[in-house]
């Protein structure tokens, strides 16, 4: 079992940054993928950034490259979402997610293990 648990999250104009974290607790963190999601209401989760166990590969979403950055501390067993130049269009609840193997997964029900959630609101 891994817990996550996300923070960081709340309300920023639009241009504005903020950096989410989150916090693992359980197996070994350096065993998994990690990945960043969000949802907006009424529409599918989608994957926005993930990074492989040791951090040597990571893959954003079309959506935010250039903007977020992915990266983890695993002897702190966190992973970290950098976000700039935020857009109205980047609120949503963003959830981070864990899964087991070595290389980036893209594919959303391969991660086993979610966060609560942490509300991210850029207002324009």
């Known amino acids: 079992q891994v817990q996550l648990v996300e923070s960081g999250g709340g309300l920023v104009q639009a241009g504005g940054s903020l950096r989410l974290s989150c916090a693992a607790s359980g197996r070994t963190f350096s065993a998994y993928t990690m990945g960043w999601f969000r949802q907006a209401p009424g529409k599918e989760r989608e994957l926005v950034a993930a990074?492989?166990?040791?951090?040597?590969?990571?893959y954003y979403a079309d959506s935010v490259k250039g903007r977020f950055t992915i990266s983890r501390d695993n002897a702190k067993n966190t992973v970290y979402l950098q976000m700039n130049s935020l857009k109205p269009e980047d609120t949503a609840v963003y959830y981070c997610?864990?899964?087991?193997?070595?290389?980036?997964?893209?594919?959303?029900?391969?991660?086993?293990?979610w966060g609560q959630g942490t509300q991210v609101t850029v207002s324009s």
């Open positions: 990074i492989t166990w040791n951090g040597g590969r990571t």
């Open positions: 997610a864990a899964s087991q193997g070595a290389s980036i997964v893209v594919v959303k029900t391969l991660y086993g293990y």
